[in-house]
């Protein structure tokens, strides 16, 4: 039950050696539970000579097979709906979500009552963290759709008692009014879209963002919140305190969460997730320590419906060991970009959100928002890599600023570049997840 400084006190403040046990006999339960309930582990152990049935802790994941994305979308052509790799039928599944499909078709998830209350347990403590308590009024502006943005964060504010108000994308007017009308005290949303309502509120309302007078914005769904320059500038135009949560539909929809430090996203469901950090190059399993980046991979401790093994999310997270004054005991990660949104430039790997980072650090020089152009298919681009970069009105001189910021991001990234300036506005906005890679080579020619 919640005390004022945390959800559940007895997992957050659980010390390393009882998680470690927690999770060795969680994990033996739930690799039974495969072995009777999924064709899908019990052919993908049997062909890489896996023995699920000789394992006893949770270091002993580092000799299983990974999970693909690719392998659940091909496991639900060949089965449809939910696949081979689901280990309920679906007159146990209460709910169906997916994945956005945005490369390619899209990923259903089913969850049965049990994974329900999960969720609802895991997410009720990412909003602890972050600050939602019963007397906040929380505007929700992410979808209510397939989503797991939606509904799952829906069953945690109402968990906690907060009065949740479901507005959504596309309709910002509305929300402004929503804010208003019902005293909103918390907005959830991505990044982006907190940028582009700022910009919103201002052009077309002739107001500024803080007369909104909100008190907390949680951002998610993509990175960017834990870009210091990103979250620090919603920060002064909101005039509120901004978090991060961290989630992957196919895991849990948020399952790590910043607190009053912003020192990382805790992660908050020790028992019913094992996850490890991976060179994504060699697979190659990290050391929690911090400093450490790598790809995140996870493993369900508890799943009825779609439960996964070394499931790559292709998030490339730092991972931060330290302890943190708010007394929560386990790992902190940051998501610092997509290992599939990865570019290779002469040999330097070169991520979105690290361009983002450094374009937005000159604001009010800069919007912050940036485009990338490819010409032709990456992961490889030969250079320079061209790079659109909003100015902003008090930009100067602009080829002093394209200078500056070609200069920096050589110094900083180790990479070549060729920067556009574009006036402020130019580039696309997005009130979901940003696209920052504009791939030329799939337009229609005009």
């Known amino acids: 039950m919640p005390d004022g400084t945390y959800w559940n006190r007895e997992i957050e403040t659980m010390g390393p050696r009882d998680v470690r046990a927690l999770q060795d006999s969680r994990l033996r339960t739930q690799l039974d539970y495969l072995a009777e309930r999924s064709p899908f582990y019990a052919r993908k152990f049997a062909d890489t000579g896996f023995p699920a049935d000789r394992v006893t802790s949770v270091a002993d994941l580092r000799d299983a097979p990974f999970t693909e994305k690719t392998e659940l979308r091909d496991s639900q052509i060949a089965d ?3 696949g081979s790799h689901a280990a309920a039928s679906m007159e146990e599944v209460i709910r169906l979500h997916s994945s956005s499909g945005t490369t390619g ?240 430039v002469a040999g330097v790997n070169v991520w979105p959100s690290a361009i983002t980072d450094v374009v937005a650090a000159l604001h009010p020089r800069t919007t912050g928002n940036i485009q990338i152009v490819l010409d032709e298919p990456g992961p490889k681009v030969d250079p320079p890599l061209r790079i659109q970069a909003e100015h902003g009105d008090r930009a100067g001189d602009l080829d002093a600023l394209r200078w500056e910021l070609e200069s920096l991001l050589r110094e900083k990234l180790v990479v070549k570049t060729a920067v556009e300036l574009v006036p402020a506005g130019r580039l696309p906005r997005f009130e979901m997840k940003a696209q920052l890679i504009r791939k030329r080579y799939e337009e229609t020619p005009t």
């Open 80 to 82: 449809p709906p939910l």
């Open 105 to 344: 078709r899209p990923s259903y998830v089913g969850i049965t009552r049990r994974d329900r209350d999960i969720w609802t347990e895991v997410v009720s403590r990412v909003y602890y963290c972050e600050g939602v308590r019963p007397t906040d009024v929380v505007v929700h502006g992410f979808g209510l759709g397939f989503f797991v943005g939606g509904l799952p964060l829906k069953d945690a504010l109402e968990n906690i008692g907060a009065t949740f108000v479901p507005i959504g994308t596309g309709a910002s007017d509305r929300l402004v009014t929503a804010i208003a009308d019902a005293a909103g005290t918390v907005l959830t949303c991505t990044p982006s879209y907190a940028k582009y309502l700022a910009e919103h509120v201002r052009e077309k309302l002739a107001m500024e963002p803080s007369d909104l007078k909100l008190q907390r914005v949680l951002l998610g769904a993509e990175p960017g919140g834990a870009i210091e320059a990103v979250r620090g500038r919603i920060a002064s135009d909101y005039g509120a305190f901004v978090t991060e949560g961290l989630g992957n539909a196919d895991v849990l929809p948020v399952y790590a969460a910043t607190c009053e430090q912003l020192d990382g996203n805790h992660v908050l469901a020790p028992e019913f997730l094992a996850l490890e950090v991976i060179d994504p190059d060699t697979g190659e399993v990290l050391e929690w320590e911090d400093g450490v980046r790598g790809e995140l991979v996870a493993t369900h401790l508890e799943r009825q419906c779609v439960p996964l093994v070394r499931f790559r999310t292709r998030d490339r997270v730092e991972v931060k060991m330290s302890p943190c004054p708010c007394g929560r005991t386990g790992p902190r990660i940051t998501c610092v970009g997509r290992t599939d949104d990865m570019l290779i």
